[in-house]
């Protein structure tokens, strides 16, 4: 049964400072939360100790507890969910501290990580950097980001050029851009990776133990039981959910890459499945067909999760993002690619011998 305090929870708690590139938070709650949060957020965020020297009392403060507060300047906030248990906080506007009210264990680490990674998206967001729905990896340096709708084949490309090439892993479907020193750079967040169960059948002959994230990825949404884990055929015969939520870190361990934080952006891809196609097809593309196809994927609402956050913040950002979208389309070069599922990996190689 939930416990309630007119306080905030303070016995055997630990704490943390997760920064983004302009800002911070603080992160309050139980040693092993915070150890998993920090697992979680190392590859993309800096994290420090929280002491009496750097101690803030401006930054926002995010506290896992299932010890409930009754104060009335809390706000009970609750988000229905079908991939997990509704999301319930408990806001203090005044002070910009919110509770996620959640037991120990995976649901209240990664409430508290959708927390943490909607606030500081806000902080970047009124900077003026972009967002695209894309995905992003490091090829010997260059920035290869895919970019397109759901199912055309981002996160597909994404894996097989992790497992083909000299890829390593940046972003999938949540690329920002900054400018710095003139350049265009491409980072990601700490999230969960949606994989198709038709990608993992397609790469497997060349990396068997991808096929074993199916049955032991360890989010805690592989085993809720809800519409998104219904079992669908394969092309193996066997019947499989649809797709499976996989953490970063384990994606690029099955299949032998690594993780950057940043990388500069230098072509944008736009893949699209073909199974006519008996070899992979990449077209350079001018910058008028490239404008008309990457706007519709500038993510002008990449704030709107959390819809309170938008009392606490003025957007002063949007020319920056103007400047850097037509900056983006000045200087990167633009390809149209057509694959079938079966050429992920020759799709792969084509990328990497053309671009990289």
């Given at each position: 049964m939930d416990k309630h305090s007119s306080s905030l929870p303070v016995d055997d708690m630990h704490s943390v400072y997760i920064h983004g590139y302009y800002s911070s938070v603080m992160v309050v709650s139980d040693e092993k939360t915070i150890n998993d949060l920090t697992n979680l957020c190392r590859d993309f965020l800096n994290i420090s100790a929280v002491s009496a020297k750097n101690h803030s009392h401006n930054v926002p403060i995010i506290i896992g507890s299932d010890t409930i507060p009754i104060s009335e300047s809390w706000e009970r906030i609750v988000y229905p969910s079908e991939y997990g248990p509704d999301r319930i906080l408990f806001v203090d506007h005044s002070t910009r501290k919110i509770l996620i009210a959640e037991p120990v264990g995976s649901w209240r680490t990664l409430q508290m990580l959708r927390t943490i990674r909607n606030i500081l998206r806000?902080?970047?967001?009124?900077?003026?950097?972009?967002?695209?729905?894309?995905?992003?990896?490091?090829?010997?340096?260059?920035?290869?980001?895919?970019?397109?709708?759901?199912?055309?084949?981002?996160?597909?490309?994404?894996?097989?050029?992790?497992?083909?090439?000299?890829?390593?892993?940046?972003s999938n479907d949540d690329?920002?851009?900054?400018?710095?020193?003139?350049?265009?750079?491409?980072?990601?967040?700490?999230?969960?990776?949606?994989?198709?169960?038709?990608?993992?059948?397609?790469?497997?002959?060349?990396?068997?133990?991808?096929?074993?994230?199916?049955?032991?990825?360890?989010?805690?949404?592989?085993?809720?039981?809800?519409?998104?884990?219904?079992?669908v055929m394969c092309s193996s015969n066997q019947n499989f959910p649809s797709f499976i939520w996989v953490y970063p870190a384990e994606l690029t361990k099955t299949l032998g890459s690594t993780t950057t934080r940043e990388s500069q952006v230098k072509a944008v891809i736009f893949p699209h499945f073909d199974d006519s196609v008996d070899k992979p097809y990449l077209r350079e593309i001018d910058p008028t067909e490239a404008a008309a196809l990457i706007l519709p994927h500038i993510e002008d609402k990449a704030v709107e999760n959390d819809p309170f956050l938008r009392d606490w913040y003025t957007d002063t950002g949007k020319e920056t993002r103007v400047d850097i979208a037509e900056r983006l389309l000045r200087t990167a070069s633009f390809f149209r690619l057509k694959q079938s599922m079966t050429l992920l990996q020759e799709a792969s190689e084509l990328v990497q011998s053309t671009l990289a």
């Open positions: 806000w902080e970047v967001f009124v900077a003026g950097d972009l967002f695209l729905h894309a995905g992003l990896v490091d090829i010997n340096g260059s920035g290869i980001a895919y970019v397109g709708e759901k199912k055309a084949g981002k996160t597909s490309s994404i894996c097989a050029a992790l497992l083909t090439t000299d890829s390593r892993f940046v690329l920002t851009i900054r400018v710095e020193n003139g350049h265009l750079i491409g980072y990601g967040w700490p999230r969960t990776v949606n994989v198709r169960t038709d990608t993992v059948t397609a790469l497997q002959q060349s990396k068997p133990e991808f096929f074993k994230l199916v049955a032991e990825a360890k989010h805690p949404s592989n085993r809720w039981p809800d519409s998104h884990n219904q079992r």
